[in-house]
């Protein structure tokens, strides 16, 4: 019951045909083909001219970036800043409610 069955393979019924012969065909040598003419590569890698309208444009593109991840960046640390002082507020109070019932016994 616990054992697994194997299927197995079905037999082909029916009439079955052999698999065609394929005969060689032969090849005829056509007429040489003209000389190819060497071409000149083209650059790998096209020029970047730089206008004074581009370069403006990097370098607000570039400043507006570094503003944003500085944005973020402080954010964070101000985050974690404010987490620490809640955390490190929470324990004093913590501490001083347990004195105060330690010196009430």
Known sequence: MF?????TMP??????TPPAV???TTIVP???????????????????????GTALAL????????????AVLVSL???VAVTGASVAFCALVVRSLLASEAKRR
């Open 11 to 16: 037999t082909p019924t029916g009439v079955t």
């Open 30 to 52: 056509s007429t040489p083909a003209p000389p190819i003419t060497p071409v000149t590569p083209a650059p790998s890698r096209p020029t970047v001219q730089l206008t004074p």
């Open 77 to 79: 640390l101000l985050a």
């Open 59 to 70: 370098v607000g593109g570039g400043t507006a970036v570094v503003l944003v991840v500085g």
């Open 22 to 24: 394929a005969e060689p």
């Open 3 to 7: 054992r697994p069955k194997v299927p």
